[in-house]
């Protein structure tokens, strides 16, 4: 990503309009992986912002480190476990696990999910 398209989504995360904070957050979701300590900042002031989807987009994107025992990661933690009976939902906790690191947990909860009658 060019520095100029990271400066526009570092900017985007202050926006007025929640819908911009919300996708900028997800947006910057490759950058915090690799990491990269500006974009990480800004997604951390998002766990904190008042719409519970903006705080959702950045726990999403901080997942790998979200610390599940504050606001924005007691809501992600929640929202994973409500979808679990989609297989939408179930692999989108499989992706949580394996970028936490809790491999066998994710591969008995995708086994599953292959075996699950279509």
Not at 10 to 31: I, M, N, Q, S, Y
Not at 71 to 92: E, F, H, K, S, W
Not at 102 to 115: G, I, K
Request: net charge positive; aromatic share 2%; no cysteine.
């Amino acid at each position: 990503m060019s520095r100029g398209a990271k400066a526009v989504l570092l900017k985007f995360t202050r926006d007025h309009d929640p819908l911009v904070r919300g996708r900028a957050a997800r947006a910057l979701e490759r950058l915090a992986s690799l990491p990269d300590p500006a974009s990480i900042h800004s997604l951390n002031g998002l766990l904190n912002d008042p719409v519970r989807s903006v705080r959702g987009d950045a726990a999403w994107s901080l997942r790998r480190t979200l610390d599940t025992n504050g606001v924005a990661g007691r809501d992600l933690l929640r929202d994973l476990r409500l979808n679990l009976d989609q297989p939408q939902g179930v692999m989108r906790h499989g992706v949580f696990l394996l970028d936490r690191g809790q491999v066998a947990e994710a591969a008995r909860l995708l086994q599953a999910l292959s075996a699950a009658p279509r």
